[in-house]
């Protein structure tokens, strides 16, 4: 947007790059100067190679932007060599930031101690996997809807299988966060943060400590019981996620044919992005996944009742947390996490935003290129680094829910049917092991 006159309204806006990540992480800032009506004073944390890299692709720009650049100033922090930040990662436990990108998101976290006294908010945001279409001085007013006492307002992951991951609190997501920098300062927010991650280390919650998110789940409803964090409207963070379908974020199980053609359904155009909501035949291949008839009866109603409530004006999604979006509600900013990003929609999309000048990248740069993500990359719906682990953790969370639910369910070695009707599920055996027990419980 061509900004002629002096804003009266400046954005803070904190953003972390490690290594050579310039080039993936232009394209959010693109789309962030593409609609923005304010100033903006961009505060880039990260090592040495990394703001290096950042400075290279702004020289990159002068004079092939025009007048993007207009009443936007960078200023740069260099968390490995900050004295605060190297005396909080000492209170850190050994178990936590053990990356160089881990470090700048947990410098991220703790923003309210690196930043100028004379900022007291700020919005820190992903780059490489966030499009932002709308101006984000709308983001930043959110702040002016919390109410006393809260420190932060962050996204919800909107996902049940997001909300089962890992066997740790994963309601919220640290890629799009608007921290009250000035309640921080004056709270007990640091300590917190130091409790947080003592504290889910001591309940053995699985890689934990690696992302800033882990502290601001287990500190949200760990330590402060849901009453310091404010959710963030829908269209302030839109994920694409299509949870009716199987295998929906696992690329391996769709014919390739397939995965190139493929799009998020509320993907309308390069700059609308809906949340989506199936119809009733949409949700009615759910109705495979069982075996008997009356389940499969059971899940046909529903897949209708569903599908018919979607359509109707009004209708929405809502959240394990309780919160609900609007069927058909157009996006503000798209964040397109972890592994959804290997799709080739995604990568189509993001490089749609690619600015003047800079250098294309490959399919899936922006996800690859992390060594916090593990190599073994299986897939199956989730959103974060994910393994053979976290898949049998969300498997076991589904067989106790099917238990719970007096559903028939198998997973792995476990099998799970209602007692007092004529049921029955077949389980392949497989050839026992010596010490290996057939148990029914």
Known sequence: RDIRTPPAETVVVVVAVVGQWADVA??????????????????????????RDWRRMLEVADGRWGSA??????????????????????????????????VVLFARLVCHELLPA??????????????????????????????????LAAASHRSVEEAWRHGKPSRLNGGVVLYEVGRMR??????????????????????FCVWDQDIINVMHQDLWGN????????????????GWQFFWNTPSQWL?????????????SASHVENFCPD??????????????????????LAVLEGMQNRRPGAGSRAPDGTV????????????????????????????????????????????????????????GFWGAEDSGDLAASGRAALMLARDSGMTLLEGPCATLPSGRMEYMRVEFKAPKSGEDLVVV
């Not at 966030?130 to 809807?145: H, Q, S, T």
């Not at 947080?196 to 280390?201: H, I």
């Not at 990003?341 to 990248?361: C, D, I, N």
């Open 256 to 268: 390739p044919e397939l995965v190139d053609l493929r799009r998020y359904p509320g993907l309308l």
């Open 69 to 102: 650049l207009e009443y936007v100033t960078f200023e740069y922090i260099d968390v490995f060599a900050d004295a605060r930040m190297q005396a909080y990662l000492r209170r850190l436990p050994d178990a936590c930031a053990r990356t160089p990108m881990s």
């Open 118 to 151: 004379d900022v007291q908010r700020a919005i820190a945001l992903d780059l490489g996997d966030v499009l932002v279409f709308d101006d984000i001085l709308g983001l930043w007013r959110e702040g002016d809807a919390l109410r006393p006492g809260e420190l």
């Open 227 to 242: 009453e310091r964090v404010r959710v963030l409207p829908c269209r302030w963070s839109l994920f694409p996620v299509t």
């Open 280 to 301: 009733e035949m949409q949700l009615l291949p759910n109705v495979f996944a069982f075996h008997t008839s009356f389940h499969k009866s059971v899940a046909r109603d």
């Open 325 to 380: 979006c609007e069927c058909g509600e157009r996006a503000a900013l798209l964040h397109v996490p972890s592994t959804m990003k290997l799709w080739p929609w995604a990568h189509r999309l993001f490089e749609h935003y690619r600015p003047p000048g800079t250098s294309r990248v490959e399919l899936g740069a922006n996800f690859a290129a992390r060594a916090e993500q593990p190599k073994e990359q299986l897939g199956g």
């Open 26 to 51: 232009v394209v959010t800032l693109w789309s962030v100067l593409r609609s923005r009506s304010a100033a903006l004073r961009i505060f880039v944390l990260g090592d040495e190679v990394g703001l």
């Open 186 to 207: 004056t709270s007990n927010y640091t300590e917190d943060t130091i409790r947080a991650a003592e504290f889910g280390l001591e309940r053995g919650y699985r890689r």
